[in-house]
């Protein structure tokens, strides 16, 4: 453990707030980067969104993921998917999904599979940023990575309260993700070009509402930012 304090630089303050950054203390977590996102005649593509800014924003993740596995940080990945009985599905969600132009929603076929469920094609994670052995996915029925999952065990047995998240999108499972660890007592640090929306305008305002009322769900930092504070700290 470290003998004095370490920051990552950030906004509204540096992170985190206590100066105990340390390997032992800060995972990372990476949102949702899933095929059903991330890939052509996925789910995110059945809704009418482009998938270019999703895209974008892999070499960010996978230069996060290399120097947080040097550097020792656990790491936790998250995806959204549902039972293929769609028992955990609520009927609004199923309503939702499909009010969109193709009319395609979740549990409905697709060149990937079955969209957003689990064991399907669409539902893994991209090859580009596959999780390593020993680095936990949690599978979540929902928008929150905390909400009916096994997750906030999974960093308390670990003894982490820091989380720096990336992923997609940023408006949705990740700012929602944030504001569940936020309410656990987690200090939270999101990586806006680690992350991706829908809709530039989304992200922006999702990545603003964080730094409000001097940081009320955390902070943000640039990704040379973050990558230097972990750098810094392990001597590379």
């Not at 789910?43 to 974008?56: E, T, V």
């Not at 936020?182 to 070009?193: A, T």
């Not at 992200?203 to 940081?215: F, I, M, P, S």
């Amino acid at each position: 453990m470290q003998d004095r304090k370490q920051y990552i630089r950030a906004q509204p303050y540096d992170w985190p707030h206590d100066g105990f950054f340390s390997p032992e203390t800060t995972a990372l977590v990476v949102i949702d980067m899933q095929r059903d996102f991330c890939e052509e005649s996925g789910y995110l593509s059945h809704q009418g969104y482009d998938i270019a800014p999703i895209r974008a924003i892999i070499p960010s993740i996978q230069r996060l993921l290399s120097v947080s596995r040097a550097a020792g940080l656990p790491i936790f990945h998250t995806r959204e998917g549902h039972r293929p009985d769609l028992s955990d599905l609520p009927s609004r969600e199923l309503f939702r999904s499909r009010n969109n132009a193709s009319g395609l929603g979740i549990g409905d076929r697709g060149p990937l599979g079955r969209l957003l469920i689990r064991g399907e094609p669409g539902h893994d994670i991209i090859p580009e940023l596959y999780p390593r052995e020993g680095e936990p996915v949690v599978e979540k029925p929902g928008k929150g990575a905390f909400t009916n999952t096994d997750f906030d065990l999974l960093l308390r047995v670990k003894g982490v309260r820091n989380l720096v998240f990336c992923g997609v999108t940023t408006d949705v499972c990740v700012s929602t993700s944030v504001r569940e660890a936020n309410d656990r007592g987690y200090e939270c640090l999101i990586v806006p070009d680690g992350c991706a929306a829908s809709e530039r305008e989304l992200h922006e305002a999702a990545v603003r509402t964080v730094g409000t009322e001097g940081g009320i769900f955390g902070a943000t930092a640039r990704l040379e930012d973050v990558v230097k504070g972990i750098e810094r700290f392990v001597g590379a």
